[in-house]
């Protein structure tokens, strides 16, 4: 898709204030800056924690607060897969100020509601250990058990708060659950959460810049 078609796409909808970065897998290709300038240059590579490099990793829309680490400026950006006939092909990006994340229409769960056998239960967010997508299923693990949701992970994951981890394709921990992260003897990343009898959780290579630069270590 041609750039230049993008951006007269969008650019009625879009305030003065954004600016709009189109990447490849690799690099930015174009960058069209606007009142909130975060400085990107074509042809510079996507830095680990942008909303472009979790597009790529996830293949859905991202909208996320972005601290000054990335680019030196914070910025609230919302990214979008673009998808050709012959398959995905690049991230655009939306750029606006910090202040635009207080203003975001998505409220974050504060609750999700699991069933168990025949019975729905509202399940505080606080609650929730680890969040699995199996067998086309989406599953919430917690201390008293397990419970099945019609959400999707990708669904779930746009709307849970910070305390909330994606580390897998099939898994989202909860950050005050890990227990310990270790390596395996074939260097796997692996995460021990703090409920009895809770398997072993592995961070898939897409994921472990990531998470350690979330989690600092």
């Given at each position: 898709m041609n750039n230049i078609n993008i951006y007269k796409f969008i650019k009625d909808w879009v305030p003065p204030e954004a600016s709009i970065a189109f990447a490849?897998?690799?690099?930015?290709?174009?960058?069209?800056?606007?009142?909130?300038?975060?400085?990107?240059?074509?042809?510079?590579?996507?830095?680990?924690?942008?909303?472009?490099?979790?597009?790529?990793?996830?293949?859905?829309?991202?909208?996320?607060?972005?601290n000054e680490s990335v680019f030196g400026i914070p910025y609230y950006g919302i990214g979008y897969p673009i998808e050709e006939d012959n398959g995905f092909i690049g991230a655009l990006t939306v750029i606006l100020p910090p202040l635009y994340a207080l203003n975001s229409k998505t409220p974050t769960y504060s609750f999700i509601t699991g069933k168990h056998e025949e019975i729905w239960n509202p399940i505080p967010i606080d609650q929730i250990a680890y969040i699995e997508s199996n067998q086309k299923k989406t599953w919430l693990y917690t201390k008293n058990g397990q419970y099945s949701t019609i959400q999707t992970l990708r669904v779930l994951e746009q709307r849970l708060p910070s305390s909330?981890?994606?580390?897998?394709?099939?898994?989202?921990?909860?950050?005050?659950?890990?227990?310990?992260?270790?390596?395996?003897?074939?260097?796997?990343?692996?995460?021990?959460?703090?409920?009895?009898?809770?398997?072993?959780?592995?961070?898939?290579?897409?994921?472990?810049?990531?998470?350690?630069?979330?989690?600092?270590?």
């Open positions: 490849d897998k690799n690099q930015y290709l174009d960058y069209q800056s606007g009142i909130h300038d975060i400085r990107i240059r074509p042809g510079q590579p996507i830095p680990s924690g942008s909303i472009s490099e979790r597009v790529f990793q996830q293949r859905s829309r991202i909208e996320s607060l972005v909330f981890l994606r580390i897998h394709r099939s898994y989202i921990v909860n950050i005050s659950f890990i227990q310990q992260l270790y390596r395996d003897v074939s260097s796997n990343l692996l995460i021990k959460l703090k409920i009895p009898d809770s398997p072993e959780l592995t961070v898939s290579q897409t994921y472990v810049q990531t998470v350690r630069r979330i989690l600092e270590f």
